[in-house]
């Protein structure tokens, strides 16, 4: 009987301990969800057995470990969802598996980041990308209060344009100065004037 089974949903019960291998012998599931448990260890190679899964929600538990890159190799996979658990490394994906998906969900797993060169930060992943030893790069200084926030929420490797932001200042302040240099000029030119009518009075 379960080898004919195609929705298996035990989402929020609760379940502790390891996602047991023989979820692979549920070989015509559509769908599984597992989520909002408490599962950890690592996701099992055993769902790699299953040919046909289109869904598969394992959100909201304790799993750890590096994402398995046989789950690329599910290639009916229209679902994906692995958020908010404590997975780690590199996202083992490229973009054209993750564009071949409906829904993928990978946020909140502080240790798991993504490579630079194979994906975009455009997909809006919600992870960091990676350094140079596959770690999770910190974001960017924040920029300064005042400043508009143009971007999307992605990591952003370009640097704040410090010349930019001189020549705005500079722009700004340049007709003050101007008004400032006439009105100085103008005031000597009267001063001298009423000096000259004051000595021409004397003079006579």
């Known amino acids: ?5 195609q929705l298996l949903n035990l989402s929020y019960n609760g379940l502790k301990g390891q996602i047991p291998s023989s979820i692979g012998d549920l070989i015509s ?5 597992l989520a909002s448990n408490s599962f950890s260890g690592s996701l099992p190679d ?27 190799e599910i290639t009916t996979l229209q679902y994906l969802n692995l958020a908010n658990n404590n997975l780690r490394g590199v996202l083992p ?26 994906l975009s930060s455009k997909l809006n992943l919600d992870i960091a990308p990676c350094d140079n030893f596959g770690k999770p790069m910190a974001p960017p200084p924040s920029k300064p209060s005042s400043a508009v926030d143009s971007g999307d929420g992605d990591y952003d ?10 020549h705005n200042k500079e722009h700004h302040h340049g007709p003050n100065k101007v008004v400032l240099g006439v009105a100085i000029a103008l005031s000597s030119i009267v001063f001298l004037l009423v000096f000259l009518i004051l000595c021409s009075k004397c003079c006579r």
Not at 1 to 5: A, N
Not at 46 to 68: C, E, K, M, W
Not at 102 to 110: D, R, S
Not at 157 to 166: E, K, S
């Open 46 to 72: 055993s769902l790699s057995a299953i040919p046909g899964l289109v869904h598969l929600d394992l959100s909201f538990n304790h799993l750890n470990g590096t994402i398995p890159t046989f789950i690329s």
């Open 1 to 5: 009987m379960l080898d004919t089974l």
């Open 29 to 33: 599931l559509k769908a599984l969800s």
């Open 93 to 118: 994906f490229n973009s054209s598996f993750i564009h071949n998906l409906q829904l993928f969900k990978v946020t909140g797993n502080g240790d798991l980041c993504y490579n630079r060169s194979v």
């Open 157 to 166: 490797d370009t640097d704040y344009d410090d010349d930019d932001d001189i």
